[in-house]
């Protein structure tokens, strides 16, 4: 029962995903979208606050324009980092048959 979980999971994984799917631009756009949502949600519920002195409109306005700064995610994942292989290194011992 296990094998068929385990297949019908990975057959709506592979169908979800796909083969021409970029894994790595599908994230970045994710993240933009969730930023960008984020900030107009915040913006919106910063915009309802009623303000009466000087101190909180500052504060508004503050908050708007860090708002408006927020940095964007651009460029693509670190490449991998390879570990060079160097010829020579011994190999540790087999453990001793202490049988």
Request: net charge negative; proline share 8%.
């Amino acid at each position: 029962m296990k094998l068929f979980k385990s297949i019908f999971w990975l057959s709506i994984a592979y169908v979800a995903i796909g083969p021409q799917v970029n894994a790595v631009d599908a994230v970045g756009e994710l993240s933009r979208q969730t930023l960008s949502g984020g900030s107009q949600l915040i913006a919106g519920q910063i915009g309802q606050i009623e303000c009466t002195d000087f101190v909180c409109e500052a504060g508004k306005l503050a908050a708007a324009q860090t708002l408006n700064a927020v940095p964007t995610v651009t460029g693509s994942a670190p490449q991998q980092v390879l570990i060079p292989v160097v010829e020579g290194i011994p190999y540790p011992r087999p453990p001793l048959d202490r049988s």
